[in-house]
Each structure stands twice: as C-alpha cells, then as structure tokens.
C-alpha cells in the first residue's frame, strides 16, 4: 500500500504529549481543562500552526486544524480528545487526536492535495470526570447538549467550565457547531475492551456503539430488631434487593451474548449489623447493540423487582437514571475502515463499542465510523493501559488509509 504514515514520527508524537501530565508510573494526570490540559491545547496548537492547518477554537475550546481540499466540499473530520481520567493512560483519546494529526503531516510530506478539505479536532471533556457530563465538547457541537448549562457545570470546587475555558484561554470565538456540512467523522480509540487481543486480531473496524438502560429500585421494607424478630414476621428490603442482584446477572443471559448487565451501587438503611434493613437502593444497568433487547432488557427487570418485592411483601419504587439509544456506523465509513485495514495486510474484526465515544455525537451530524486499537488485558481508566506501539501504529495507518480515500471521494 503506497499512503501510510511515518512510524517513528508517530510514536515520537505519542510520547511527547505522554510527557504531558505524565505521572511517575508511566501514566497520564490531565484533567479538562487543568494547567495539565492547558499545556497540551498549547503544545497541540502549535503543531497543527506548524503543519500550516487554519486553526478554529470554538466558544467551548473544541480545537478544529483545516487543510483545503482541491475543492471546497463537506470536510471530512478526524480526532478525539486529550483531556485524560485521573490517573489514566496515555493511549485513551490522545491516540486518535495524534494519528489525526500524522495524518495531515504525511499528506504535507508527500505533497498530497485531497478533493475534500480535512479538518482534525481535539474535542473538550470527554472524560466527564472533572466536569459531568462525559462527551461535553462533542454533545455542545452537535447540538445534544446546551452551552450554558454546560458552562455552569462545575468541579468539586465549584468551579465552572466557562471560568476555566476562560483562564486557560481557550474560550474561543468560533460558534460551538458544525462550521460546515461535514462529509463524515472518523475517530480512532483504544478498545478498552478484550476481544482484539483475544482474537489476536491487528485492529478492530466498529460497527456501532452501544446503548445503554439505566435505573435505580428501592426497595422498602421495616426496621426491626434482627434478634427479636420471627423469620415469617419480616418484611426485609434487602432480600427483596439481594434477589433483583442475582436477576440482573441472569437477564443478559436470557437476551443475548452482547447484553451485559450490573449492579454497581446498593444503598441500605440503616445500615447496622443488628436491624432488618428498610430501605435498600439498588441501580442497574443493562448495554446492548440493539434498541430492542434494551427494552426488553427493561421490561424484565422492572418484571423481576416487582417478583421480588412480593415474594417479600415489601413496597418498590422505580427511578429511571439514563438512556442512550446505541449507534450504528454508516456502511461506508464501515467500510473505508475496513478497506484500509485490509489494504495495508492488517488483520481486523468487527466490533461493536461497549463504551462511548465522541463518534456518539458526531454520528448526530454526519457519516461516522471508527478503528479501535489493541488494550492489552482490555485495561484502560488506570495508569495500567498499555497497547504496543505496534498495535498503536495499525489502528493509526488503518484510520489514516480510511481517511484519505474518504477525502477523495473513494466511498
Ligand atoms: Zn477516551
């Protein structure tokens, strides 16, 4: 294959902005916009400055770099993001905004005009841990979330997105929407997830992004004395609970091999090794690539805790916490990626993203896809993640090659 990108520039680039927040046990500490985040805006600034890309900021510090086509037709936009989770990884978001931006470069070294102008972005805050919610640069482009309630989103110290964007200086001028009608976006991630490694698979070419169901039981029994009270006489809310535990373990079963189902928080009142509990907490949350085993995912859980709450003749209550409808890739950005991985010898599987990405919103206005890198052991959100350089530069030519034919109106 003749276009790919400079293998030892792109591992350079990758450890310089590790440098970056980089953390004494080979991770990354960079949180939205900290001085951390600050200093790699700048450092990312000046790169896409050198590689003569016509820099946007937007009023949400979303970086977009520009590089003309031979005509002046929808862009295609490429990136992701290079705020990090506390203590995380250098792969997560800041490999797809580096390849996006080796891509461009190789284009320059080689002299390559695209028909389609090519922009790359570093969007603001998807990690959603400093400021909630996740995905906050993307969803204010895209139009799912609204600026000022996101500009009021503070940090445990109070401190608001728009204050922050303003001290870093990177509130910029530029509308936080789609500057134009984009032809397609494509991102490249690490998979955070097990299945490439354990297919000893190359790359991974997702087909779409799960969706998710989430809520919250409570269940509500009565307080009594633990010794004092007959077993037949008890209305206890935590059995009611426990029960709905091991039924949102088994529903997944009941769906489908892609449904995966948790309960990852329980709240008990009183709480004391000696009272029959009275009121106990339990959220849930199911994921599925299909809109429908979501729902009949709902159904049987709100099915089973109303099982439950009888067979201990206690009172339940539901709260629904989230939704989000899964996303299905277009077929062509689906197969730019798969073509270019196939192209360049190599290996890939389709997958489907058990996580969210910037490819969520972005698929809210145009023709998206995305490659996923190799996570070695699936471990990512941890100073552990790691994915060879190898594994890092595959999944980087693959969006590269992906990226070019969409620009030239291949697909
Ligand atoms: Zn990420």
Known sequence: MEFSLNEERFVETMQAQAEIGGTANGGLHRLALSDEDAAVRNWFYERMDRAGLEIRIDEFGNMFGRREGKRDAEPVLIGSHLDSQPYGGIYDGALGTIAALEFVRELDDRGIETERPVEIVNWTNEEGSRFQPTLQGSGVWAGALDIEEQYAATDEDGTPVEAELERIGYKGDHPAEPAADYDSYLELHIEQGPFLEANGKDVGVVTGIVGLTWGEFTFYGEANHSGATPMHHREDAMVAAADLVTQVRRIPGQLGERTVGTVGSVDVEPDSINVIPEEVSVTYGFRDPDAETLREAERRVRREAAAAAEREDVAVEHENRADATPVA???????????????????????????????????????????????????????????????????????????????DDGL
């Open 329 to 407: 890739f277009d077929d062509r950005c689906v197969t730019a990626v798969q073509r270019a991985a196939d192209d360049r010898g190599y290996d890939s599987m389709e997958v489907f993203s058990g996580g969210v990405h910037d490819a969520t919103h972005a698929a809210e206005v145009c023709d998206t896809g995305m490659v996923f890198a190799v996570s070695e052991g699936g471990k990512s959100h941890t100073e552990a993640e790691y994915t060879d350089w190898d594994d890092c530069y595959s999944a980087g030519d693959t969006l590269a090659g992906a990226a070019l034919a969409l620009a």
